[in-house]
């Protein structure tokens, strides 16, 4: 049973976004692996910005300095 795990800061990403990427990441799978769509898990985690970190420092304070 593939499982995937998409990570993404949480900055409004709708649910059809989102259907969009299960859907997406669940076919590359199939096409690439050739594994089975039925047995295919995908989880997105939605991680704030505060929590997301590049360069030493938050991807809030890299968004607010890019102002």
């Known amino acids: 049973m593939p499982y995937i795990n998409i990570?993404?800061?949480n900055e409004h990403?709708?649910?059809?976004?989102k259907a969009e990427?299960?859907?997406?990441?669940?076919?590359?799978?199939?096409d690439v692996l050739d594994k089975?769509?039925?047995?295919t898990v995908v989880v997105i985690d939605e991680?704030?910005?505060d929590n997301w970190g590049i360069a030493g420092e938050t991807i809030t304070?890299?968004?607010k300095?890019?102002?």
């Open 7 to 9: 990570k993404i800061t």
């Open 13 to 17: 990403v709708t649910p059809d976004k």
């Open 21 to 30: 990427l299960i859907k997406g990441a669940t076919q590359l799978l199939v």
């Open 36 to 39: 089975n769509p039925q047995t």
């Open 47 to 49: 991680v704030d910005t």
């Open 61 to 63: 304070a890299r968004r």
């Open 65 to 67: 300095n890019d102002q």
